[in-house]
């Protein structure tokens, strides 16, 4: 990104503590290429620097060599105006030029430029002249989250594009009928001749200069900056074969009597087929972007709210934190919120994906958007606006879409230069033709045929257009893409490893055996032993609760409570001496647990502590806590084997209890007794086996997330793993893996489908209309349905199963 002028750049610098620290970074930056002068400001933690030619983002990686860090922010602008990939192309190029911009990309499916800048390098009123100084036009767009707005822009192109290629049909039909029916019968052309040539002329006019203007309106002018587009190929195409046409009816003696045709019919219908091309492309690029307009529509456009002891209705958009708010069965939530009173089932389907309505009741945390079952409850709000779940998926959706992928490089080079090149190419032709005796008719319709077939649209739109649909699909089935490049490098993967706790287990340990001792029962035992862990805040203790509260047990009052580090407890539940623990506790207290031997082995085979209980002294009972497998696990294990991949796990456990847990579900590898910190450390091992991609909680597993060729949070949709990794499987079940991984790998699948269309289209048929094997109608027929043959191929995607 050069600067041909100096220029002075001014970045923050975080992790400076001292004078040595200024210094380092200072003496970094002034060694860089072009700059002149650097200097750093310790008590501002910001840099300014001083040079010609100098890039932004040279600066920002010798800060981060230094040891340190530069942060930098994403603006998101609209650009209207855009026509094909070439002109995104060129709004990049504008916007990565200006001084403090580290970055930029413009996505000409969605029509959005996201620059990355240092904080308060760059204003937006710079990034906005830089777009109009390439020929286009910043658009203002509609508040995040607002159903009314979002879409506004492409609703209305579509709806110009329709009336402009209804014009343009209704005007050349006629001559196209005419024109083509003279053929069939001559003597009818030859009568008309005189007078019809006026009327192709009149209509030829309305049609060019008409609906046709956008194309003019545009193309000359990027024409005339050195940088032409596609609407300069239809301009120079049509106005070429409407001249000449114009010049054989006015001064038919400036050229040879054999020239002497005219193309009247040919301007107009190239326009007609154009338009209606762009009228289909955009139609079809609306329905890729429903995901994003199904998503806000899941938000309720009306609340009742309890204000001042009476229960109202207001806008969902004037919803405030704290409001206490009233949903009736079948009702959509609001907004974010926990449940105060009242139980009933939530259907999440279109937040995580989870087909299963859950059941929710006071204390629960419910999201904005999903749907109320059979039960009436009150509820508070937690999160409103761009604060809630539904907004961040929202965001994180455009986000993915706004991406570039890594395949998308090649087609956006050869798009830059493909216009330039196409016009060098209908030059020779014309030459060619005339020069080897083909008359300047030929020539010319020759030479238009080649303005006219080639296609840079159809290139651009193959990436951007699949990768809108994939990510929209994506988030329908709960799996977000937090960036569209996770999309292309999760299709590569060899190796998913994955964490146990809250992964592959439900993430919170619970009661998996309770053997009663002969003369006990088990359902007189629970109560006690609930009782006695009553007091205690160990996982074993709350386990027990939670078995006996699960299954409706009436828990009596405990006292004498005493806890006995690293053996167990003892108290007293109504008048009985209730002891639980290890079996060297049980030893101390002389108790024998031989008769339980043969289950001991079989927890102990199963990766669980067995923890014994005595009554009054007497062996009452063994029992294990442990963290069960997710229901899913076992199916979604056996699903990633069957596409080939290798499965790992990275545990904290002890080896024994991990290889417990894998080995019946078909991990092939166990990395145990892993400290957190030491995670990385075996993503990296493991990253020796090939491409990997990492499934953790996106919390505590973040270091080893951000290590792994592709990081995938798994959580649910309240779950702050969503600002985590490259992929959110929002229902925390993960046979989301399988579904991500599969998705990735389709959507990579259509992409290559549409760059061999794109460029096999323009390599086969463009050397046809240089041999002048192609009419110049038949031409933008062809190029029309390039683009909405890649656009359908995408749309494809939306029937994607997991």
């Avoid at 413009?106 to 959005?112: D, E, I, L, P, S």
Wanted: proline share 5%; aromatic share 4%; hydrophobic share 50%.
């Amino acid at each position: 990104m050069p600067v041909a002028e100096t220029t002075r750049i001014t970045l923050p610098v975080e992790g400076m503590h001292c004078a040595g620290c200024a210094g380092r970074v200072e003496r970094a930056l002034a060694a860089l290429p072009g700059v002149t002068a650097a200097s750093v400001n310790l008590a501002t933690r910001r840099a300014t620097i001083e040079g010609e030619a100098i890039e932004a983002g040279a600066l920002r990686a010798a800060v981060e060599a230094a040891g340190y860090a530069s942060p930098e922010q994403a603006t998101e602008i609209a650009v209207g105006g855009m026509t094909c990939a070439g002109c995104a192309r060129r709004v990049e190029r504008q916007l990565a030029a200006l001084p403090g911009v580290n970055g930029a990309s413009v996505n000409f499916a969605t029509g959005r430029a996201t620059v990355r800048h240092a904080p308060d390098a760059v204003d937006r009123a710079a990034l906005e002249s830089a777009i109009r100084e390439a020929g286009y036009e910043p658009v203002a767009e509609a508040v995040p989250g607002d159903r009314a707005g979002h879409g506004a822009r492409a609703i209305s192109e579509e709806s110009e594009l329709r009336r402009d290629a209804l014009v343009a049909a209704a005007l050349a039909v006629p001559l196209f009928l005419v024109e083509m029916g003279g053929h069939l019968l001559p003597a009818v052309h030859d009568a008309i001749g005189g007078v019809w040539n006026w009327v192709q002329f009149a209509l030829a006019s309305a049609v060019v200069f008409g609906p046709g203007l956008r194309f003019h309106r545009v193309g000359w002018p990027a024409l005339f900056r050195g940088a032409p587009e596609m609407n300069s190929l239809v301009a120079l195409g049509t106005l070429a074969a409407w001249a000449y046409s114009a010049a054989v009816m006015l001064a038919p003696g400036l050229l040879p009597e054999g020239s002497r045709h005219v193309y009247f019919e040919a301007s107009a219908v190239i326009v007609a087929l154009v338009l209606l091309g762009r009228w289909m492309e955009a139609r079809s690029r609306g329905r890729a972007s429903a995901a994003i307009r199904r998503l806000l529509d899941l938000q309720p456009a009306v609340a009742r709210v309890e204000r001042g002891g009476q229960e109202v209705e207001v806008p969902a958009s004037g919803l405030r934190t704290g409001d206490v708010m009233r949903l009736r069965p079948g009702e959509r939530v609001p907004t974010d919120a926990v449940v105060l009173e009242g139980e009933s089932h939530i259907d999440e389907s279109m937040v995580t994906g989870e087909s299963v309505p859950v059941r929710r009741t006071a204390g629960d945390v419910v999201v904005g958007g999903t749907v109320n079952g059979a039960g009436a409850l009150r509820l508070r709000a937690t999160a409103v606006g761009s604060g809630t779940v539904l907004a961040r998926i929202t965001r994180l959706v455009e986000e993915a879409q706004g991406g570039k992928l890594p395949i998308q490089a090649l087609a956006d080079r050869v798009t830059l230069w493909f216009v330039p090149a196409v016009i060098g190419v209908a030059a020779l032709t014309f030459l060619g033709w005339t020069l080897l005796g083909g008359g300047v008719a030929q020539a010319l319709v020759a030479a238009v045929a080649v303005l006219i077939i080639a296609c840079p649209c159809a290139m651009g739109l193959a990436t951007p257009i699949a990768v809108m649909v994939g990510s929209g699909r994506g988030a329908e089935l709960g799996v977000l893409f937090r960036r569209g490049a996770a999309l292309q490098a999760l299709q590569g993967v060899s190796v998913v490893a994955m964490d146990k706790t809250g992964t592959l287990t439900e993430g919170r340990p619970a009661l998996t055996d309770l053997v009663a001792a002969p003369g006990f029962e088990e359902t007189a035992l629970l109560p006690l032993i609930a009782a006695a862990e009553s007091g205690s805040e160990h996982p074993v203790a709350a386990a027990i609760r939670a078995a006996a509260t699960e299954r409706g047990i009436s828990v009596p009052m405990a006292s004498d409570v005493q806890a006995l580090p690293g053996m167990g407890l003892r108290a007293s539940v109504g008048g009985q001496r209730v002891e639980i623990g290890a079996d060297r506790y049980m030893a101390s207290l002389g108790v024998d647990v031989s008769p339980f031997a043969a289950a001991a082995a079989r927890l102990g085979e199963a990766g669980r502590s067995p923890v014994y209980a005595a009554v009054d002294g007497r062996l009452a009972a063994i029992l294990a806590v442990a963290d069960p497998l997710r229901p899913s696990t076992p199916a979604a294990m056996s699903t990633l084997r069957g596409m080939g991949l290798r499965l790992a796990m990275v545990s904290g456990d002890n080896r024994r209890t991990a290889e417990a847990i894998a080995r019946p579900v078909g991990i092939d590898e166990v990395e145990a007794e892993v400290l957190p910190e030491e995670k990385v450390e075996a993503v990296r091992r493991l990253k020796g086996r090939g491409a990997l991609a990492f499934v953790g909680d996106g919390i505590n597993d973040a270091p080893a997330l951000a290590a792994a060729d592709v990081g995938i949070a798994i959580g649910t949709g309240t779950d702050v793993a969503i600002e985590s990794a490259d992929v959110v499987l929002m229902s925390g079940d993960p046979r989301g893996i399988a579904t991500a991984i599969a998705l990735s790998r389709a959507t990579l699948r259509n992409i290559r489908q549409n760059l061999f269309w794109a460029f096999a289209y323009n390599v086969v048929l463009i050397p046809v209309a240089v041999a002048g094997l192609l009419s110049p109608v038949l031409a933008a027929a062809a190029m029309g349905l390039s683009s909405v043959f890649v656009v359908g191929n995408a749309l494809r995607l939306r029937g994607f199963a997991p």
